[in-house]
């Protein structure tokens, strides 16, 4: 125990005297999800919308539903500008009385926004009281993508940024000839797993709470339930990204080649982690998902803070999570044996 | 409390190595080496870059395996994890931690050799001391020069009192006033009991070892004291002597310990 408090204690002084590491670790995050929070979370975007013959009742409904009606005074010069990308649709009448739309179509979200808008305005003619009472079991109506996708994200940061430092870190202590120096002394393998799990499990815990605090209460993310718990999954995430970078670092020789995990262990998990509907890939190919941490994390994450989800909802992520690190830290002092058999 | 335990069961030699071969990929760079090194003593392992002295104190220890032959320490058969309390170590390049400062180092290795708060403060004081590091303890590593760093590592090799001290090539780099005393105590640890194993390609360290080995491209062309291996051969000196014997093992395949 006093050999992997020392370890532990050695790891909490390196990282206070490389500040920028530090930084790296506890303010990287914060920073990229308030952009992330700047980019999906801005104001309402208007819909530009060019007319041309177009009756004026219509055009009054399209203005009132939000768009900015630009009118025309022939086709012509309004698909000039459209060409132009003054406008995202412009929209006439046919000989047959029938409207005729045209849209800019380079970005689909907006093409689906236009669509919408043009609906609404035609629904104009439906009474409100046709319409259904529109009640959320989760969520309200004003949550915003980024809500959405954010408590992933939270998950996702905690991931990558400690896998990274871990992995590092490991690898530099075998590069400089520390880790040789260490297995001169009595320590074991298994202390020195744990002891790099107890110091950096420290400053995962420190990233967990500032980024679960910054969230919810700077950048106001959706969250309905309990803290405790998001922080408690966001450290048993940690502690996987803790001991799987650890123990790929034993099969990387370089800082490079830790970099070159991340394309083949994180950005994969991402994919599978909720961020993008796994609904339209192949079912076969959406069971990989249980291989992947990130995959449980990001569920409990979401289930946490959407859903007010309580323990008897999460524990299954919580274990496996838990599992994924036992798994890994065990691996670890195997992988260790490579070093010294004892 | 390292020399009281080693006077009571005395009988058995610090080292025995019986022949041990160590290859790495084809080429053998051990090749079947025996060599005994009785407690107390002060023994010198002498050779040209890449022969493999710093393969065979890494053997001797424990660190690394053997392919072939045995190892054994104060009589007990390597690889043993209770063994690694009882020597020193002191790599040939120093494996320090850059970010830290002197002292948070030292302590660091001191914990793992089990030493309490209490007396790790008192060896700190002392081993930093006798390598002239005591004002600089307080400085991280990075800020330190080459010589500082490896009389660091030095001062670390003899925090926890090890019966059994190896060193690997501890001079390099610090200066002859320094490296002096730094000999001087050595003499004074192996004349308490501490049995000091050192590699080096200096000949005038050479000469102040009880005994030396000879190694050259993995084997052992010469044991004995600096003495008798100068007179053995004829010539004036450790450097002729060397280059005499490694002579006759090329051209008599005699090697091994004479
Ligand atoms: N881990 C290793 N893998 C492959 N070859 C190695 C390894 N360690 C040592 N060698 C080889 O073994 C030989 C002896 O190396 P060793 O480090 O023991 O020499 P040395 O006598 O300590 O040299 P120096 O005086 O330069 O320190 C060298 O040819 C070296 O290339
Ligand atoms: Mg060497």
């Known amino acids: 125990m006093m050999r992997v408090n020392a370890l532990a204690l050695r790891i909490i002084q390196q990282f206070l005297r490389d500040r920028r590491t530090l930084a790296l670790l506890l303010l990287a995050p914060l920073l990229i999800l308030t952009l992330m929070k700047l980019v999906f979370d801005g104001q309402a975007v208007t819909i530009t919308m060019g007319t041309a013959q177009l009756p004026s009742e219509l055009s009054a409904r399209l203005d009132d539903a939000g768009a900015d009606v630009r009118a025309y005074d022939d086709l012509e010069s309004a698909l000039e500008d459209l060409r132009k990308g003054k406008l995202e649709a412009v929209i006439t009448r046919q000989e047959n009385n029938q409207p005729a739309l045209t849209l800019e179509g380079s970005d689909p979200s907006k093409s689906k926004a236009v669509l919408l808008l043009i609906q609404n305005a035609l629904r104009g003619n439906v009474s409100t009281e046709a319409l259904p009472a529109v009640t959320y079991l989760h969520g309200s109506s004003d949550m915003a993508s980024f809500d959405s996708f954010g408590p992933v994200l939270i998950g996702f940061f905690s991931f990558f940024f400690v896998f990274l430092l871990a992995g590092v870190s490991f690898l530099r202590e075998r590069t400089s000839g520390t880790l040789e120096r260490l297995l001169a002394t009595p320590i074991r393998r298994q202390e020195i797993v744990t002891g790099y799990l107890v110091g950096f499990g420290l400053f995962a815990l420190l990233q967990a709470t500032l980024i679960a605090w910054f969230s919810v209460k700077v950048l106001g993310l959706y969250m309905t339930g309990s803290i405790g718990y998001m922080l408690l999954i966001n450290l048993l995430l940690s502690l996987t990204a803790l001991t799987l970078g650890t123990l790929l670092s034993s099969f990387a020789s370089s800082e490079f080649q830790i970099i070159q995990f991340i394309p083949i262990v994180i950005v994969p998990q991402a994919f599978f982690s909720g961020l993008f509907n796994l609904d339209a890939m192949n079912p076969w190919l959406q069971k990989l998902s249980i291989v992947m941490p990130l995959y449980y994390g990001a569920d409990a994450m979401r289930g946490i803070m959407i859903r007010a989800e309580g323990w008897a909802d999460i524990q299954q992520d919580a274990y496996v999570l838990l599992g994924f690190s036992a798994v890994f830290a065990l691996l670890n002092v195997l992988a260790l044996r490579k070093h010294r058999k004892l | ?258």
């Not at chain 2, 041990?20 to 090194?37: A, K, N, P, Y």
């Not at chain 2, 180092?105 to 309490?116: R, V």
């Open chain 2, 1 to 258: 409390m390292s020399v009281l335990q080693s006077e009571t069961v005395s009988a058995e030699p610090a080292v025995v190595i019986s022949g041990v071969t160590r290859s790495f990929g084809q080429q053998r760079i051990i090749d079947d080496v025996s060599l005994t090194i009785p407690r107390g003593e002060l023994f010198g392992l002498l050779g040209p870059s890449g022969s493999g002295k710093t393969t065979l104190v890494k053997l001797m220890t424990g660190i690394d395996k053997a392919d072939k032959g045995s190892v054994s320490m104060l009589g007990v058969p390597l690889p043993k994890l209770e063994m690694l309390h009882r020597f020193g170590y002191m790599a040939q390049s120093d494996a320090l931690y850059m970010e830290l400062s002197g002292r948070q180092n030292m302590m660091f290795f001191g914990k793992l050799y089990g030493l309490n708060r209490q007396s790790l403060r008192q060896r700190i004081d002392e081993t930093a001391a006798l390598v002239d590091l005591s004002e600089h303890l307080h400085k991280p590593v990075t800020a330190f020069s080459g010589g500082m760093k490896r009389r660091l590592s030095l001062a670390i090799a003899l925090l926890h009192q090890p019966e059994v001290l190896v060193l690997d090539e501890p001079t390099v780099g610090i200066d002859p006033v320094l490296r002096k005393s730094v000999w001087k105590e050595l003499k004074i640890l192996a004349k308490n009991g501490t049995t000091v194993i050192v590699t080096t390609h200096v000949m005038d360290e050479a000469e102040k070892c009880d005994r030396l080995g000879l190694i050259r491209d993995g084997h052992l062309i010469a044991v004995d004291s600096p003495a008798s291996i100068i007179a053995s051969t004829g010539c004036g000196s450790i450097e002729e002597a060397f280059i005499a014997l490694s002579q006759q093992q090329r051209f008599g395949g005699q090697h091994d310990e004479s």
